[in-house]
């Protein structure tokens, strides 16, 4: 059991702290998977919405210190118990998911690593046995360091823990993930490569035959039948190739000029994906900033999911010297975790990407 008790401490505590750590590394990603969890069509708790960011923060910030204070032996009670509560929690979350098909991405590793619902319950039901084995050992979990060590390091990795939260929250994350990464190019991004695989699709053909109802399965092929044709329903049973970028449109008046506009030479995004919950105050610098991008030479164009009636008075309010293009809001999300935010692109790739605060830092060439 001693030994049982040990693999399992290491391996609980460096998960919780390598998965609090994507997290944390991204606070405001989690957030926008926690409001997909509150929202009606999943748990129908709309109520927490407004709190998903504090919510993410205090989850991720418990997560990286309960696998800390695991590791040194600091507080074992309360750290078994907290831990066992916690996967409690992610284990019904992930099986409501996986069960109801609800969110298809647990967010359980951020951008970094993505799980699909049901590969996110077995792991989290793996993670509930050791915590299991933890609770029923924690005799045998002993510090590893003098008191006074656990306790400083624990409030260690809890001022680490906050702080790098605070920068990441006015800032950027400092490692990003996702496929809008600056130095990747958008275009090829969307490409599917030759040869990738293709979705494979069952179709359950309904067909009245000699007055009874009868099923035949195929793969698309029209089944060669004598009888009545009903219906037809289709099961995807093999998932084909996703490019990284799947949702990236461009559209105004509803005409799409994606293509276009990702082969421009200079060209400045002004990304708030929803403009009522923007940061109005810095549009000033904004308008500032893209003058200066027009005045050398760049293409500006702003990218919302908010509509005309939104997006006109901001442009009015401000004097900005662009307009903006419908894109959807999943897709802004997840360019850029700042509303606004702003990226430069060169023929489709990302050369430059700052948060709000940082709009000092843009540089446009000549």
Known sequence: MKYLVSISRVLVGVLFIVSGFIKLNDPVGFSFKLEEYFSPGVLDLPFFEPYALYISIFVVILEVLLGVMLLVGFRIKFTVWSLLAMILGFTFLTFYSAYFNKVTDCGCFGDALKLTPWQSF??????????????????????????????????????????????????????????????????????????????????????????????????????????????????????????????????????????????????????????????RNVYSEIKTVTDTALEKGYQVIGMSASNDALTGPLINDYGLGFDFYFTDETALKTIVRSNPGVLVLEKGTIVQKVHFNDLDELEFKE
């Open 122 to 279: 077995i792991k989290d039901v793996i993670l509930l046995v050791l915590i299991l084995i933890l609770f029923k050992g924690r005799a045998f979990i002993k510090p590893i360091v003098g008191s006074n060590a656990k306790r400083i390091i624990t409030v260690a990795a809890l001022v680490i823990s906050a702080l790098y939260a605070r920068y990441v929250l006015r800032h950027l994350p400092v490692i990003d993930f996702r496929p809008y990464k600056i130095g990747a190019n958008i275009k090829d991004g969307m490409n599917v490569p030759e040869g990738a695989p293709a979705a494979i699709f069952d179709y359950a053909w309904k067909f009245k035959i000699d007055g009874k109802e009868e099923v035949i399965v195929t793969q698309g092929d029209y089944p060669n039948v004598e009888g009545e044709f009903i219906d037809v329903e289709t099961t995807e049973v093999q998932k084909g190739y996703e490019p990284p970028i799947h949702d990236f449109t461009l559209e105004r008046n509803g005409t799409d000029f994606t293509d276009t506009l990702l082969v421009a030479p200079k060209l400045v995004m002004v990304i708030a994906y929803d403009v009522a919950k923007t940061e």
